[in-house]
């Protein structure tokens, strides 16, 4: 029976993986044969894929770190404050959490071209901060942390800064983790908002020259796939055993 | 007392300004500009701003498109997320209490979460090159969204600790029947939003046929609610875009609401 099982869950893993696989396989051969044309091409023959795959990273890693900057005091205003409506307005957030893009990605837009900000950088980072998605799972999150640390932390100073410092985030690192991983990976992943917010090819991620595939040759196609998995794999590879314990969401009730 | 009270109330507020960031960009990108979105769909269009009230609406009800569209994306979530929920609830539960060689697999389960759609994409249009059917996207679909799932319901099933189950023994309670009515009790929440959770990620799916496809006409029966409202983007329409951003918005509001009340009184 156990090995049974190992056998069934041995494949099933298996053919979770193929996709990734195949896609790794297909980028070092061309027309049949193996080879590292398709990479050589994409690296020295392809003047757009460098700007792009930075760009990827910027908008990527700028959104990351910001998110951060807003979602734990936001986390922890609302285990602490007590306020009326507090309640409701976490239920606010989830159920923006909940809208799909295409209900949101209006709004953003109307919101970003009435401050001038369509085609430029700021449209793509600038809403993706506000995601709600880390304030729901860090709020979750901090209903586990130890409150009597905060107490006892209150009782030497006032600044909230410092008690988030110096208590608060050292408990949260699983939670962090786990959300810098979702959120670079979802950030990372983008393809309708570099396509509907952008105009110049210059300020466009490599999603988008993946996704226009068919303007360019199919050999760089595979590699340029591949080199985009990687800084989401070397992620994945990081803080994917904080996943479990992090993304405590369950239970909102 | 009075000073002690002076403090909770400077302390109450200090936390309370915390909050203010995420509110004012909230605010800013999205409640604000949705409140215009309810206002353009009201009107004739930008220039004259008339009020027609409901007709964008009743246009967009009536509209062919739109209501393929619908359909299309109500399948998905009646077909596709049972078989999703089903194969996590399976992989969580060998992750869980399988051996060791069986855990290690998580990773494989997982991966997808993480991978950009638009890397995979390539090899699916390359295994599936002829087909018309909509199998594609559905298993890219199931594909994509097991890792969240099975994330959610592997922490709800090692978070049941064993003192639970051994207070259960103490009251005199049957080793299977025990474990299976004290894990089904304990979980119910967590599969409950998982459903939830994928019934709105289908919601989601556009992304991935958009790149599978390569184009803003898909098949018929893969056209779902976001080709629609992407299509009126390109096209500027922006009455019937707000039209089914609303509507969109509602349905997803009542599904949610709906959720969240039967989770409370699944706690209960």
């Known amino acids: 029976m156990r090995k049974v099982n190992a056998v069934i869950f041995t494949v099933l893993a298996l053919i979770f993986i193929l996709p990734v696989a195949a896609t790794a396989v297909m980028s070092f051969s061309s027309e049949g044969t193996p080879s590292l044309q398709g990479y050589v091409d994409l690296l020295f023959d392809c003047f757009v894929f460098y700007p792009m795959f930075w760009n990827s990273v910027l908008y990527a890693a700028a959104i990351t770190i910001a998110q951060l900057v807003v979602i734990i005091p936001c986390a922890f205003g609302f285990s602490q404050a007590k306020f009326k409506g507090k309640g409701a307005l976490f239920v606010f957030y989830i159920i923006l959490m909940m809208m799909p893009l295409q209900v949101t990605i209006l709004p953003n837009y109307i919101g970003l071209r009435d401050m001038g900000l369509i085609n430029t950088p700021w449209g793509i980072i600038l809403p993706m901060i506000f995601s709600p998605f880390g304030v729901v799972v860090m709020r979750q999150y901090m209903k586990s942390i130890d409150n009597s640390v905060i107490e006892a932390a209150r009782l030497e100073t006032d600044s909230v800064f410092r008690i988030l410092i110096t208590s608060v985030i050292p408990q949260l690192r699983v939670c962090i983790f786990a959300v810098v991983l979702f959120v670079f990976a979802d950030c990372w992943n983008m393809v309708e908002q570099p396509m509907l917010f952008l105009k110049d090819d210059s300020l466009k991620t490599l999603s988008v020259f993946i996704a226009n595939a068919q303007d360019y040759t199919g050999a760089v196609l595979f590699p340029a796939a591949v080199i985009f998995l990687i800084p989401v794999l070397i992620l994945y590879f990081f803080f994917n055993e904080n996943l479990e314990k992090g993304l405590t969401l369950g239970d909102l009730s | ?268």
Request: proline content about 3%; some cysteine; glycine content about 4%.
């Open chain 2, 1 to 268: 007392m009075k000073n002690k009270l002076r403090k909770h109330f400077k302390w109450n507020t200090k936390c309370k300004l915390c909050l203010l960031p995420s509110l004012i960009g909230t605010s800013v990108f999205f409640v604000v500009p949705y409140i215009r979105v309810l206002y353009y769909s009201l009107i004739d269009n930008q220039f004259r701003r008339n009020f027609v009230w409901l007709d964008n609406y009743i246009k967009t009800l009536t509209n062919e498109y739109f209501l393929l569209s619908l359909k299309n994306s109500l399948l998905l979530i009646v077909t596709a997320v049972p078989i999703l929920v089903m194969l996590a609830l399976i992989i969580s539960l060998a992750l869980s209490y399988g051996i060791r060689w069986v855990r290690k697999t998580r990773v494989a389960f997982i991966l997808p979460m993480v991978i950009p759609t638009a890397s995979i994409v390539l090899i699916w249009r390359g295994v599936f090159a002829d087909s018309s059917a909509v199998l594609p996207i559905y298993l890219l679909f199931i594909w994509k969204n097991i890792g969240i799932c099975v994330v959610l319901l592997t922490a709800a099933f090692t978070s049941i600790e064993s003192s639970v189950y051994e207070a259960a023994r103490l009251d005199g309670a049957g080793s299977f029947i025990l474990h299976t009515k004290i894990t089904i009790s304990m979980i119910a929440p967590t599969v409950f939003f998982t459903v939830l959770l994928s019934i709105v990620n289908s919601f989601k799916i556009f992304k991935e046929s958009y790149l599978y496809y390569g184009t803003n006409y898909p098949p018929d029966h893969s056209y779902t609610l976001q080709y629609y409202m992407n299509n009126n983007f390109l096209k500027l329409d922006y009455q019937s875009l707000a039209a089914s951003a609303v509507l969109t918005s509602i349905l997803v509001f009542g599904i949610v609401m709906a959720g969240m009340a039967i989770q409370r009184r699944f706690d209960r």
